[in-house]
């Protein structure tokens, strides 16, 4: 296969594993100060992502690494045009990777309050942004003919992006519930369960709106494949909500899982063979081949990943396993 | 203020943030796993209660350095855009392998680590903090053979405009990597040793705790006492590659402007940049030629043959890199290094027959030369990077050229002011909480530790 394509998939891969697995952490962050009555619970929540939160967060750096290494023109006027957007993340990132390590290294109420609030903050920015950041690639955004962003962080904002921004929100916050819902113990599962019917609600109107505006916002429904999945992501979405309902936590884990996914290879599916979609004129947009790296560093990099990323799914597979109980107070390490 | 000015300070001041938390990181993993394993060998839970504790700083040290580096992954697209395209190529191979093959193996093996005491067997658990340990290291290795790149080129060839590889097997044995990387790494457990030193000498001082921090001392001096001079060793080495391979680095450290055979090292020196020359100095003959070419004589090039040299290889222009800051922090890195060896051979020498102990003072010094190495770190990367100066890749593109065309000013300004304020924060939280768990010590009964508002009982806060 043409190597440029493999990079594209497996960026889109590396972006598809960070939403599925971080969009939990991020919901679980969400949910913390609404969920937590009391300092035993708070601790018992942040504890269920304890040991995965890290290692979650390191799909994005890949992703960001992989994108840099294969496409460096995609990486350059992503990150440049985007700026205060990824700078937020930043900030959101560094607050909430603190504030798991900070936050019952002290007594004081009012510390932990702080860093809860941070840890909600640090989470709800990302889930919320990468949604917008996400709607923006597909929509287009003004790019030049030299492959520059010419716009500001306010072209980012329309209803539509933030009405992405929105879905991805409301689908990460409900992976959220749902995880809370599998992993922890007493009344936190069932509260879990109320907080999930109620956000799926949300999530399901979210992304029928998303989907509809998607018509006229992009051209994501001109191909077949892409519109599948796009509308397969609402379908499953419409399974997850419906498998919480009857208690069946496990499946609307992974139905809603399924969703994000299938969002994530619509939005991918659309884009290509497009990196960056110019708004000002269709031929400025960035394809895989101009924003892409010499055959050389492909072929290297392709030999790279495709040794370790089966090792680094082992591995954090195995994580899962050890700490598949449900949290018990005596673990709590945070 | 420009943005490529605001983007250099802000380049500057993240990654020397972010330094501050890396060195202390690659060595106490390794300390850490060393304390851990002792404790499975032998089955004594001292070194247990140790390594937990050394761990519990480990921690709090390795959260600032993971979100600082988040950062710098990001900057390099934010502000640098023309950079990341001009060698994107090369650059983002090494930054990709270092996500996928260190990021992943040490934030996932901490985790399990972390909350594994109770749920792995004792030999599985101690290898989870050697995987932590080899992964940050090996992240070192990675980011390093792209740093190299940009002081040494190598593997590469120009077409399209931009830096393309041809070579990686080039880039990993980039000869300016291999005395970088254990140059740093050696830096890093020197960091490492002098934080356990400090804190172990607090709590002799105090004569608290006195078994478990004998220990974690008597690890630390040998660590210490090998790594100090090694790291310098590795360094005088290093330098003598720098002045063939970056003679202009080498000429500004020393602040020569004139060539000379042999040339004379200036211990201190007072640079007037503007007319080139030095207004004072003190200096000692022929030193300089003797410590790059191991002989008395031996032509040292000056900065003004440089000049013209690199103006006839690169056209008109200012070569010479800003000569009072390079010369400044080479000399601190030095002096730094040079009193953290005496240091620990004179601790050697008072633990070996007995009387460290006794001696206040010498454990006072200790304790406060805990930041040393920090000083140290931080000014050999000033030199590295300063010293590089005009070139953000060595020959091949000037940092001017390398600035994101499309940022603002403003914007850079505002993110610079927002983060410094956030990084200021930040480091008051995370040595507060340092220096409150490294006072408290080492606990022997982790069980009895403290009741959570639910009421029930947890290993660790």
């Not at chain 2, 990654?15 to 106490?28: A, D, E, K, M």
């Not at chain 2, 650059?91 to 680590?113: D, I, Q, Y």
């Not at chain 2, 006072?439 to 982790?446: A, K, L, N, S, V």
């Amino acid at each position: 296969m043409d190597l440029t394509i493999l990079w594209f998939i497996l960026v889109a891969v590396l972006f598809a594993g960070f939403f599925f697995l971080e969009g939990f952490d991020y919901g679980v962050g969400i949910l913390l100060p609404f969920l937590g009555k009391s300092d035993g619970e708070r601790r018992a929540i942040i504890n269920s992502i304890g040991p995965f939160w890290d290692g979650n967060e390191v799909w994005m750096l890949t992703a960001g690494g992989a994108m840099f290494a294969a496409f460096p023109h995609w990486y350059a006027t992503l990150f440049s045009g985007f700026y205060l957007a990824l700078f937020l993340i930043l900030v959101a990132l560094i607050l909430r990777g603190v504030a798991f390590e900070f936050r019952s290294k002290d007594d004081r109420p009012a510390w932990r309050n702080f860093w809860d609030w941070m840890l909600f903050l640090g989470s709800l920015l990302p889930a919320l942004l990468w949604g917008v950041a996400m709607a923006n690639l597909i929509r287009g955004v003004p790019i030049d003919a030299r492959m520059q962003y010419a716009g500001t962080f306010f072209d980012l904002l329309s209803p539509y992006t933030l009405l992405g921004g929105l879905t991805s929100l409301l689908l990460f916050t409900l992976q959220g519930a749902l995880f809370l819902a599998l992993k922890t113990g007493d009344e936190l599962p069932q509260r879990a369960r109320q907080a999930g019917l109620k956000i799926g609600t949300g999530a399901v109107a979210a992304l029928l709106l998303l989907l509809i505006m998607s018509y006229w916002e992009t051209d994501i429904f001109t191909r077949i494949v892409p519109g599948i999945a796009a509308w397969g992501a609402l379908v499953a979405l419409l399974l997850a909500w419906w498998s919480l309902s009857s208690r069946s936590y496990g499946g609307a884990f992974i139905l809603n899982g399924l969703a994000i996914l299938l969002g994530t290879a619509a939005l991918f599916g659309g884009l290509f063979p497009r990196v960056m979609v110019s708004s000002l004129n269709p031929r400025w947009s960035l394809t895989i081949y101009q924003a892409s790296s010499s055959p050389y560093t492909l072929k290297v990099m392709t030999i790279v990943a495709l040794t370790l990323v089966p090792v680094v799914l082992l591995y954090q597979g195995w994580t899962y396993w050890v700490f598949r109980q449900r949290i018990k107070a005596r673990n709590l390490e945070y | 203020m420009d943005a490529l000015l605001l983007a250099r300070w802000q380049f500057g001041i993240t990654s020397v943030y972010h330094f501050l938390f890396v060195p202390l990181t690659l060595g106490l993993s390794v300390l850490v796993a060393i304390m851990e394993t002792i404790y499975v060998r032998t089955g004594d839970e001292t070194y247990k209660n140790m390594a937990r504790f050394w761990g519990r700083l480990f921690l709090i040290n390795f959260a600032m350095g993971v979100v600082t580096g988040i950062v710098q992954e990001f900057h390099f697209g934010m502000n640098w855009s023309e950079y990341s395209r001009f060698v994107g190529d090369i650059f983002g191979a090494p930054l990709a392998v270092e996500a996928l093959a260190a990021f992943f193996l040490e934030s996932t093996f901490l985790g399990l680590w972390l909350f594994g005491w109770d749920k792995l067997p004792k030999a599985l658990h101690a290898a989870c903090i050697w995987l932590v340990a080899f992964g940050t290291n090996l992240s070192a290795f990675w980011i390093l053979v792209a740093n190299s790149f940009m002081q040494e080129p190598v593997g590469y060839v120009l077409r399209n405009g931009r830096a393309e590889m041809t070579d990686f097997f080039a880039l990993l044995t980039n000869p300016h990597v291999l005395y970088q990387f254990p140059h740093t790494v050696l830096a890093g457990f020197v960091t490492a040793s002098f934080f356990v030193m400090g804190i172990s000498a607090y709590h002799l001082l105090r004569q608290s705790q006195l078994e478990p921090f004998r220990r974690s001392f008597r690890l630390a001096l040998i660590t210490g006492v090998i790594s100090s001079l090694l790291v310098a060793a590795v360094g005088h080495f290093q330098g003598q590659y720098l002045v063939n391979a970056q003679p202009m680095k080498m000429a500004a450290a020393e602040a020569l402007w004139e060539s000379a055979d042999p040339a004379p090292l200036a211990l201190v020196a007072l640079v007037d940049e503007k007319d080139q020359t030095n207004t004072f100095e003190i200096k000692i003959p022929a030193l300089a030629s003797f410590l790059a070419y191991n002989s008395f004589q031996g032509e040292v090039k000056g900065l003004k043959d440089l000049q013209a040299a690199a103006e006839a290889n690169y056209g008109p222009g200012n070569y010479i890199p800003p000569v009072t800051p390079v010369f400044w922090s080479f000399r601190l890195m030095v002096v730094a290094g040079l009193w953290l060896i005496l240091l620990s051979f004179y601790s050697l020498y008072l633990w070996r027959r007995g009387r460290l102990e006794e001696k206040p003072l010498v454990l006072k010094a200790l304790l406060w030369s805990i930041p040393v190495p920090y000083l140290a770190n931080t000014a050999g990367w000033l030199m590295a990077e300063i010293g590089r100066y005009p070139w953000i890749v060595y020959g091949l593109q000037r940092v001017e050229a390398a600035v994101s065309p499309g940022v603002s000013a403003a914007a850079i300004f505002t993110t610079l002011v927002a983060f410094t304020l956030l990084y200021g924060v930040l480091a008051v939280a995370d040595v507060y909480l340092l220096a409150k768990y490294a006072r408290q010590g080492i606990e022997t009964t982790p069980a009895t530790r403290m009741l959570d508002n639910s009421g029930e009982v947890s290993l660790w806060i």
